[in-house]
């Protein structure tokens, strides 16, 4: 699990927007991210520990991966019409 700020999301977002990947809505906090040219699918899940966000994806990347960034831009959405974020 990898702690989410500003920073380290907004590459991740720079870098999805260049991948473009297919983001699904497995449920609230659970999506899965695909590679539209190499068709790998990813499962990204996201979690709020004491105000504190983190991210998990188990593809191999050690940071936040733009699997995180590609899924963060639904899950802003679907957080932000959910009281309990
Ligand atoms: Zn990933």
Redesign the pocket.
């Known amino acids: 699990m990898i702690e989410i700020n500003t920073q380290n999301l907004e590459k991740a977002i720079a870098k999805a927007r260049q991948t473009k990947p297919l983001v699904k809505v497995i449920e609230f906090r659970h999506y899965q991210?695909t590679n539209k040219i190499t068709g790998a699918t990813?499962t990204?899940k996201f979690s709020k520990i004491n105000n504190r966000k983190f991210a998990e994806?188990?593809?191999?990347?050690t940071k936040v991966?733009?699997?995180?960034g590609a899924a963060s831009g639904i899950h802003i959405i679907l957080a932000a019409q959910t009281v309990t974020t």
């Open positions: 991210v990813y990204v994806c188990d593809c191999k990347a991966c733009y699997h995180i």
